[in-house]
Structures are given as C-alpha cells and as structure tokens.
C-alpha cells in the first residue's frame, strides 16, 4: 500500500464517526468537530491561532455562502485545507451559519467552555 493509500484510510476511518454522527438530528458532533479540529488552527474558541479568528465580527466582510465557499475548497497556498471531501453540503452551510452567528462560541450553547 502506498503511503499516499495509507494516509487516505487513516483520514476516513478517523474521520468517518464523526462525520456519520453529525448526521444525526443533533448537531452536537457537527460542533464538537468544528471546536476541535477547525478549532486546532483557528483557536478553542475560534478567536484565531494559526488561522484567523472565526467570530462573527471577524467575519462580517464576508457573507455565509462565502464562508461556506471557503471552507468547500480551502484557501490555496495557505495552511487552510478543503473540506469538500469530508463535509456534506448541508454541514458546511450549517458551520458557516453558525460562524456568522456565534452560536459556537456562546455559552448558553457550550456550557462546557463557559465553566
Ligand atoms: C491546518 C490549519 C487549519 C484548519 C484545520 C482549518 N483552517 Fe480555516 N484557515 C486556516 C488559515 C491559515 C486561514 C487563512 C488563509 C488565508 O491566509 O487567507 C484560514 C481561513 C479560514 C476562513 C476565512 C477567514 C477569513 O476571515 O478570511 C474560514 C471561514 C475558515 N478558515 C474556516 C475553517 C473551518 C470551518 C474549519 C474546520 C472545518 C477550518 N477553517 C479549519 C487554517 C486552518
């Protein structure tokens, strides 16, 4: 197996749980995805680390479906990877909602981080 082959399984069988959890009616995986592994470059609380902040007052320049189209294909010659491979449609318009609103980054929706 080529390591290029041992890489792609590694992404899906890491990956696939929590991407077929997200599926479900809740979308608390969907959001504890979006904290932790976009949360690994762009902060715990989305306030920036090696990618920018992700709140919605960094991102008022830039409509959801902009945002959406960000995360689909990534931004190229950056650290920010596409995601089109391992997010649905639907997931990528509901995480770019939700960084418009903040609704990540509130309390009363992580009561964990509000601690
Ligand atoms: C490996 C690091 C990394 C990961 C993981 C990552 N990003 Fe990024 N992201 C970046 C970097 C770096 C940029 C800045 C690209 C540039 O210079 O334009 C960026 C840019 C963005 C932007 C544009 C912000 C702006 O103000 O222009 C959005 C939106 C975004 N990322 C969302 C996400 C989402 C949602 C996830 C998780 C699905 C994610 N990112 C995961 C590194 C990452």
Redesign the pocket.
């Known amino acids: 197996m080529g390591e290029w082959n041992k890489r792609f399984w590694f992404g899906v069988f890491a990956l696939l749980p929590t991407v077929l959890w997200a599926e479900g009616s809740d979308y608390t995986e969907l959001q504890n995805?979006?904290i932790q592994?976009?949360g690994?470059?762009?902060g715990l609380t989305l306030k920036g680390g090696?990618?920018?902040?992700?709140r919605p007052g960094?991102?008022e320049?830039?409509p959801a479906a902009a945002?959406a189209a960000?995360?689909r294909e990534?931004?190229p010659g950056?650290?920010?990877?596409p995601?089109k491979a391992l997010?649905t449609d639907h997931e990528i318009r509901w995480?770019?909602e939700q960084?418009k609103s903040g609704a990540l980054i509130t309390p009363q929706s992580r009561p964990e981080v509000a601690q």
């Open positions: 995805f979006v592994d976009c690994s470059c762009h090696l990618g920018p902040a992700l960094n991102l320049a830039l945002i960000i995360i990534g931004v950056t650290a920010m990877p995601w997010l995480i770019s960084l």
